[in-house]
């Protein structure tokens, strides 16, 4: 009898606790790239990108280098749908691939802006109203070069632990405020001495946007302290714990 229980105890403890326990799929993401400003070698930093957000398998991407394809039905094929590009004029489906980016939004799906992204579909309401701030067309950022990127929330669950770092960046200094934001992180600017969002949130009903101004390039990109923000915004609009 005391053999056959320490048997059945043995058993049970190779059973799952729970089904709660079991690994979690990779979050699907869809990096959209393709157009933007000519200093923005957007070719270089996808990949980039991709890895940062790969990094530790809690991300799977596919990059896809035609914004065109935000107006049709693939984007609701994924978790996650990344902004990587500016474009300068209309897409041909500009209208659908809006509305497309605010139903996302509101099947509770999630949106990442990455740096210039603040201003792709230049003054459309419904995309600025996703991005919760926009660039305002006339200031653009500080010479390139190191700055502090100082962590504003530190209890929000993106930059918890996170802490003050220095980056290589373009500081951006040109947003304009769309509507409410809740900001992460700052760096004060050396052109204009402000201190400047460098990430915040934006919640659209059930939906979640991480916006970081940060991500210039893949020297960017690749600072270990902001690689780590962007990977956690992402997780976090994706409904996963950071």
């Given at each position: ?23 979690k ?14 200093a ?10 991709r ?34 590009f ?13 509305a ?9 799906r999630?949106?990442?802006?990455i ?8 003054g459309?309401?419904?995309y ?7 660039w305002?067309g006339?200031?653009?950022h500080?010479?390139?070069g ?5 962590v504003?929330?530190?209890?929000h ?8 770092f ?29 201190d ?31 690689a ?10 994706a409904?996963?714990?950071?």
């Amino acid at each position: 009898m005391h053999y056959a229980m320490l048997a059945l105890l043995a058993a049970a403890s190779l059973i799952p606790a729970s089904v709660d326990e079991a690994p979690k799929a990779p979050v699907k993401v869809l990096l959209v790239t393709g157009v933007d400003h000519p200093a923005h070698e957007w070719k270089k930093s996808a990949p980039a990108l991709r890895d940062v957000l790969e990094d530790g398998g809690r991300c799977a991407v596919r990059i896809v280098e035609d914004p065109e394809v935000l107006g049709t039905d693939v984007v609701f094929d994924y978790d996650v749908v990344v902004i990587h590009f500016r474009n300068d004029k209309p897409l041909a489906r500009d209208r659908q691939a809006r509305a497309n980016l605010t139903k996302l939004a509101d099947q509770g799906r999630g949106l990442v802006l990455i740096h210039f992204a603040c201003g792709a579909f230049g003054g459309s309401a419904d995309y600025e109203e996703l991005a919760g701030m926009v660039w305002d067309g006339k200031n653009t950022h500080d010479p390139r070069g190191a700055f502090t990127v100082h962590v504003v929330d530190a209890g929000h669950p993106i930059t918890a632990g996170l802490g003050d770092f220095t980056t290589d960046d373009e500081l951006y200094i040109g947003l304009e405020e769309r509507r409410p934001v809740h900001v992460l992180a700052s760096a004060q600017s050396k052109v204009t001495g402000r201190d400047h969002p460098m990430a915040f949130t934006v919640e659209q009903g059930p939906g979640r946007v991480f916006h970081s101004a940060l991500g210039h390039d893949a020297r960017a990109l690749q600072v270990p302290a902001a690689a780590e923000l962007i990977r956690r915004g992402t997780l976090w609009t994706a409904g996963r714990t950071p």
